[in-house]
């Protein structure tokens, strides 16, 4: 084991803050010096991290940012602090980059050069066996519900095993199978999509609610990747099924031999794969069951702890699209129950385990709060459960992780490599979307603090943290390290909480 020395960086460790109220008639400045351990922040101040040993840089002094670390940008290692020590976090493995993943994609060339996880072999497995699946004739088969293109992929003795949602079949995607959302952008062209959300993300937002779930050790989100699949069963314009049936016309004189995918013709998909969980029930039938037969104080007590994770990560992330059919409940008694039966009792001995899980996840992290026709509430805030002050156990799993702000820089530097896959990515519209996280951050930190419960904590001020400019090069704008907190005001015009 590694030892500790005294030269050795100082860590940040934040778990002292002032008092954190929000006058909004006050904003000052805090600065934060690295040689020293603990910074007291004021929720409507900024704060500038500097390499200075000074603990104060004076306001009025100019600098051009020469000695400021970026937050943004992402670095070779990055600092955790375990005990009294620096741990080193090397980031994952190269993956391709975007230009030879598009190149893989046209070419039709298969998805084995595409889907590498060397960081998470199950996960890895789960995708060989539906890569499999495919080559014996076994398609993942497309869902009936909801407005875009998402399939049950099944491995290669017909278990469904994951969920897909291609990228090009979103909502508003170009190759949507169903017309829902194609009537909506033209007939209704002034309420299209959510004016808070960027278009044609949602795949990355399903990824990401994975990825703020596993940082956060919620364990709400059923485990999520951007992968690449191909099946006949996808939607695909005439001319890609053109092309497929000239490839296997030509390939059919080519030896079986290293054929997989390349007898299907058809350029893979990118999209997010979810782990498919097995002996859940969508929130609503419990939630009614418990209005008409309470469960035990033990169940009643799990389930508040599963709730309370669940307003957490929708809160962090800022989901839009939070109905009770979009969460699901299961008792861990019922595993290998085929289904649930209308007479089921709760009295079950020693005790039961009740667990939650967070799905479609593809409305969030929004660029700005919403201020134009609605405000996307969150509904499980009219849940008796929301009333309810948030647990000491909450508290304690997340208020340490997201008041340290190595914490918090390192899961926004983890989304901005996540994020920038995306070929329509933006680093000042990624920015925005950080910014409203960091306000969700900082409001969800002073309502731990103050014990307020899920009700009380969406009724809190909305609030962005945003980054200051710290100057420019011609067309390249550079962001500083200073942060400063504003108040979002503007309202919809139907607005709630």
Not at 274 to 284: P, S, T
């Amino acid at each position: 084991m590694a030892e500790c020395h005294s030269s050795d960086d100082v860590l940040v460790d934040i778990s002292d803050f002032d008092n954190t109220d929000f006058p909004l008639e006050q904003v000052s400045s805090v600065y934060f010096d690295r040689a020293r351990e603990t910074l007291r922040v004021n929720p409507g101040g900024a704060v500038r991290v500097s390499e200075s040993s000074e603990t104060l840089v004076p306001e009025e002094v100019e600098t051009d940012g020469s000695e400021e670390i970026d937050l943004l940008l992402p670095r070779p290692t990055r600092s955790i602090s375990s005990g009294d020590c620096k741990v080193k976090r090397v980031r994952r493995n190269r993956r391709l980059t975007s230009l030879e993943r598009e190149n893989f994609a046209t070419s039709g060339s298969g998805t084995g050069e595409l889907n590498s996880f060397p960081e998470d072999p199950e996960f890895a497995e789960v995708i060989r066996r539906a890569e499999q699946a495919i080559e014996n004739g076994i398609f993942p088969e497309r869902i009936s519900q909801g407005s875009s293109g998402s399939y049950f992929v099944k491995d290669p003795k017909g278990k469904i095993i994951g969920v897909f949602k291609p990228k090009s079949e979103e909502p508003y995607g170009h190759l949507n199978p169903k017309w829902t959302k194609y009537f909506h952008k033209l007939c209704c062209p002034c309420c299209f999509g959510r004016g808070c959300l960027i278009p044609n993300q949602g795949y990355l937002s399903e990824a990401a609610a994975s990825l703020v779930d596993q940082k956060l050790g919620l364990a709400v989100v059923p485990k999520t990747k951007v992968v690449y699949l191909v099946s006949e069963t996808f939607h695909y314009s005439a001319i890609d099924r053109a092309k497929s049936r000239g490839k296997k016309y030509a390939l059919e004189k080519v030896p079986q031999v290293g054929r997989r995918f390349h007898r299907i013709g058809l350029p893979p998909k990118m999209g997010s794969f979810q782990l498919f969980v097995e002996g859940y029930r969508e929130a609503d039938f419990w939630l009614r069951r418990f209005e008409s037969d309470p469960p035990p104080e033990n169940i009643r007590k799990q389930l508040q702890s599963q709730f309370e994770r669940l307003v957490v990560l929708d809160y962090i992330i800022r989901n839009t699209d939070r109905g009770n059919d979009n969460w699901l409940i299961k008792n861990e008694k019922c595993d290998k129950c085929e289904s649930f039966r209308e007479d089921t009792e709760w009295g079950w001995e020693k005790d039961p385990s009740v667990r939650v899980a967070a799905i479609d996840n593809g409305l969030a992290f929004p660029f700005k709060h919403p201020d134009e026709w609605r405000t996307y509430p969150f509904h499980w805030a009219w849940l008796p459960q929301a009333k309810l002050p948030i647990s000491q156990e909450t508290r304690d799993l997340v208020l340490p992780r997201i008041a340290d702000m190595n914490f918090v820089q390192d899961l926004v530097e983890d989304l901005y490599e996540m994020f920038k896959e995306d070929k329509g990515f933006d680093k000042s519209t990624f920015e925005l979307q950080m910014s409203v996280m960091r306000g969700q951050i900082l409001n969800l930190t002073q309502a731990l603090k103050d014990g307020k419960s899920p009700m009380q904590l969406v009724q809190m001020p909305r609030v962005v943290v945003e980054r200051s400019h710290g100057g420019s090069q011609g067309r390249v704008v550079q962001l500083g390290s200073a942060f400063t907190q504003t108040f979002h005001y503007k309202m919809p015009f139907f607005s709630s909480w």
